[in-house]
């Protein structure tokens, strides 16, 4: 069996390939590195650097790999971004997944993993989001995953491929400090910057009707991820069926728990300036985890300081 792994050099995708070549896995990662890079690549992977919308690379890769599944986290994935270029959103995720999934048919690859994402539920009004809480996405990047669900879905039936739909929640941490997520665009990093800059970190609304009144999601450690992505994938070269999966804790940490456990983790004062509500933020969001436990055997084992110090160690190895 042979896996590719597209956008296999950037954060979640390095996490994944690494977790498939320990399990002994055969695995391509394709990445045009517009974000990846190239030394996330574990050596035990081959590197084919280019993008799924290029059909001819995609064919070539497939063919002479000897491609037997496809785990296809390649993607734009900003939500403020998406709201400004939205063509640009369609066309990367959901031409993109079009090309990859032409060369699939061509080729007879008929196994996918799906990197989706909790961006499909919009705000949902639940305690618990479970896998079929409706899908209302508020910007283009959670449509695009939403439309990518769609589009494996009629692949299934139309074709006999088989999808797995991973709808992550807030990913964090990683699993070695060269793996660390440069990006600045989630809330521990943030809060990371903010402290090497001096400043005190900002939480966007106190009075929310959650318990210390700010938001509360469920974080999840990109290795556990990326567990779930083999987990996911040793399913269907077992013959499973698709099916739609939430990768989450299935609980919740708030804005100020994250901020206490960056200060135990770093020692640093996280006092933080209040700022008012950003438009569009739910009050809580946290992940049911049954379904992925029962269907795949999966649960996340990393808690919200092994995130925090993890992500740390990366942090201080790119900002040293």
């Known amino acids: 069996m042979t896996w590719l792994v597209t956008g296999g050099a950037g954060y979640i995708g390095a996490h994944v390939v690494r977790a498939l070549v320990q399990d002994g896995q055969r695995v391509v990662a394709l990445d045009d590195l517009s974000t990846g890079e190239a030394d996330r690549v574990d050596p035990g992977a081959?590197?084919?650097?280019?993008?799924?919308?290029?059909?001819?690379?995609?064919?070539?890769?497939?063919?002479?790999?000897?491609?037997?599944?496809?785990?296809?986290?390649?993607?734009?994935?900003?939500?403020?971004?998406?709201?400004?270029?939205?063509l640009l959103y369609y066309r990367e995720n959901v031409e993109g997944l079009v090309a990859l999934l032409d060369g699939c048919r061509a080729k007879g690859v008929d196994r996918v993993v799906f990197s989706s994402s909790a961006a499909t539920y919009g705000l949902p009004d639940v305690d618990l989001v479970t896998e079929d809480t409706p899908g209302?996405?508020?910007?283009?990047?959670?449509?695009?995953?939403?439309?990518?669900?769609?589009?494996?879905?009629?692949?299934?039936?139309?074709?006999?491929?088989?999808?797995?739909?991973?709808?992550?929640?807030?990913?964090?941490?990683?699993?070695?400090?060269?793996?660390?997520?440069p990006g600045v665009f989630n809330l521990i990093p943030l809060v990371f910057a903010a402290l090497e800059q001096g400043r005190n970190p900002q939480v966007f609304g106190t009075d929310y009707p959650t318990p210390d009144g700010t938001c509360v999601r469920d974080y999840v450690h990109v290795e556990d991820i990326a567990r779930a992505h083999l987990a996911a994938a040793r399913a269907l070269d077992d013959g499973a069926p698709g099916a739609t999966y939430n990768i989450g804790r299935g609980e919740g940490s708030s804005v100020l728990d994250v901020l206490r456990v960056v200060q135990e983790v770093t020692g640093l004062d996280t006092s933080h300036d209040?700022?008012?509500?950003?438009?569009?933020?739910?009050?809580?969001?946290?992940?049911?985890?049954?379904?992925i436990r029962e269907g795949l055997g999966f649960t996340a084992e990393h808690d919200l300081r092994s995130m925090v110090a993890s992500a740390w160690a990366g942090w201080r190895l790119r900002h040293p």
């Open 136 to 181: 209302v996405p508020l910007s283009p990047y959670g449509e695009s995953k939403l439309v990518g669900e769609w589009l494996l879905r009629d692949c299934e039936r139309a074709y006999g491929m088989r999808a797995m739909n991973l709808r992550y929640f807030n990913v964090a941490g990683t699993a070695a400090p060269e793996l660390g997520d």
């Open 274 to 291: 209040a700022a008012p509500r950003r438009e569009g933020d739910p009050a809580f969001v946290v992940a049911a985890v049954d379904r």
């Open 46 to 86: 081959v590197l084919e650097e280019g993008s799924v919308l290029d059909r001819g690379l995609v064919r070539r890769v497939l063919r002479e790999h000897g491609v037997t599944g496809v785990v296809h986290i390649a993607a734009k994935k900003q939500v403020g971004e998406s709201m400004a270029d939205p």
